[in-house]
Each structure stands twice: as C-alpha cells, then as structure tokens.
DNA sequence: CATATGTCCTGAGAGC
DNA sequence: TGCTCTCAGGACATAT
C-alpha cells in the first residue's frame, strides 16, 4: 500500500531517467482489465514519442515524471500500483511500458497486481485544476498551524481525518497508526477536540516517522507486494510500532495491548493505555 | 458544505 | 485436497 515514503522511494528510484529520451509506450498484452489509462495507449503514445524527461516529481502519493513541452504523466499506484525500471514481480500484471534511449537503453515499467493504480497523460495546466487543486499541503511540507487551520473545526477522528487527501497528502492507514500511536493521541478524538500542544507534536511525529520511513524505503508488508524501483523490498516494517500488530504488548508501555478497531471501514491499531484521550504526552516520552 | 458509505480489484487465508 | 467466502485499503462516486 504505497503511502508517501513508498512513493517518494518510487520517485527517488527512477531519478536515473531523468533526460531520457521517451522511444514508445506500450500496454503489454494484458489477459486482466487494462490499467486505468488516460488518455488511450494510442493518444498516449503518441504524445510522449521523442520526448524527453526533464525532473521527477511527487504529490502526496503520486508521482509525476515531468516530460517536456509541459506534459506530465502522473502516476497513481493506489493499492499494489509499483514503478519499475528493472523487471517487475510478475509478467501478467505488467501494465504500462515506456521504452526510453540514452546512454543506456531503460525503461520504465507500470505494474500492478490488483489493477486499481492509473497512469495519466497531463498538460500542466490540467495537473493545476485537477492535482494540485485537490490534494492538501504535502505531508512532509505541512505544518502544524496549516493542518490545525485546516482540521481543527472538523467532528471527525483525527485518525480519519488525517486520510483525507484534500486535507493533507501523502498518509495513509498505516503511517497514520504509526504517528498517532508515536503522539500519544486516540485515534478515535475529534480533530475539534486536540489541543495546540497535540497538532504540534502530531505533526512533529507525523513528519519524523516518514523520513524514518523513507530512510527504509519504505514498508513492505507481508503480502510482499511493494517493491523499490528495482524490485527490492522496503524495510520500515521492521520498524513498525503498532500497524497489524493486534494482540501483541504495547512496545511503549509494557502495560498496555495493541488493539484493532475499524474506523470508516479501515483498520486502525493502537494502545488504549498510553493513546489516552487525555495528555500523558511527558510520560510517555520518558519511557521511549 | 461536511461527512458517510459503496465501489473497483486480486490473492491470501479461513473454514468446511 | 479443493471449494467458497471474507478481507485488505488506495481514491473516487454517490448518498445523506
């Protein structure tokens, strides 16, 4: 499930394309539904021919590879979506393949098991209106005073909240267990509910775990599905704290248990005992 | 407007 | 062993 540090090691293993020249773009012959593809493989093709890679880009949990003549294709790997350049897990789930000339001959690969990931063809015009207009401040970039401006009226769990991609973008169900549990806070309290002190301290955490995160290019689940762009696996899940971790003792605490609950149809998992709604926060500090 | 729910998709794992 | 069923959660469409 690719959430920011994911992407953002998607965007950091495909740096090396950058001033390639795009050769062709093809779907390979797929026995699954095509790939979310707009516009059509053949427009799409077309479009890209001879051009070249100028910079790569992320947005909360897309990449942007920013082609020349103001084209970007924006890319989306939802659930099990990856970026390639070396060869992908499976050859049936391959989903998109643009060929490129350079020194080297390269390519980069769309793959994705599940099929719910999309590949987009923009003008920079169209990614004004229909990216950048719609996602939140970055997560990385966010600060505390933007987030609570932006939420602090809200009725809704934070934990909730905090998926919210117009609100704030790049977090997704597992760094937001992650950086709660890191901020002490219940899932469960109103965003309406938070003190200053805790939009600060979320946001101090929310920023640390993904540069933590992306340090380990990322998490690779049991599933195994994320890949780096080389068809390496992460290693943050080493690191987990509390994500899928129902049952086990709190790593913080030692006197509370992580539990799993569901919030708008999602997992969530925390420690009931030192994820009070009330504070705590010097306690728990001094027992990291 | 704010918030909640349904939908897409595949493969892992449970249960019989 | 092999079948059916449920579940996982990105983002968006639709409903309340």
């Known amino acids: ?158 934990k909730v909240a905090l998926l919210d991609q117009s609100a704030i973008a790049g977090v997704g169900n597992l760094y937001a267990a992650e950086l709660l549990f890191r901020a002490g806070i219940d899932p469960r309290t109103r965003c309406d509910r938070l003190s200053g002190p805790q939009w600060k301290r979320l946001v101090a955490e929310m920023q640390d775990v993904l540069q933590e995160a992306i340090h380990y290019e990322g998490s690779t689940l049991s599933d195994g599905t994320y890949r780096n762009a080389i068809n390496g696996e992460g290693g943050y899940q080493a690191h987990h704290l509390v994500y899928d971790k129902a049952e086990k003792p709190c790593p913080r605490c030692e006197q509370g248990t992580i539990v799993r609950i569901v919030q708008a149809q999602r997992s969530t998992f925390f420690c009931p005992v030192c994820q009070r709604k009330r504070g705590l926060h010097v306690t728990l500090e001094s027992r990291l």
């Open 1 to 158: 499930m690719p959430e920011l540090p994911e992407v953002e090691t998607m965007r950091r293993g495909i740096l090396p394309i950058v001033g390639s020249r795009i050769e062709s773009v093809v779907c390979p012959p797929c026995e699954r539904k095509p790939i979310l593809l707009s516009p059509a493989i053949k427009p799409f093709d077309r479009r890209l021919r001879g051009k070249q890679v100028v910079a790569i880009d992320r947005r909360g949990k897309r990449v942007i590879v920013e082609i020349e003549d103001e084209q970007a294709i924006v890319i989306e790997p939802r659930m099990t979506g990856l970026v390639l350049l070396s060869d992908p897990p499976t050859r049936e789930h391959l989903r998109l393949r643009i060929t490129l000339s350079g020194n080297s001959q390269q390519q980069l690969l769309f793959w994705d098991r599940r099929g719910l990931g999309t590949v987009r063809l923009l003008t920079k015009k169209e990614i004004e209106s229909q990216i950048e207009a719609k996602l939140g401040t970055d997560a990385l970039e966010i600060t505390s005073n933007e987030l609570r401006d932006r939420l602090g009226k809200s009725q809704r769990a934070i």
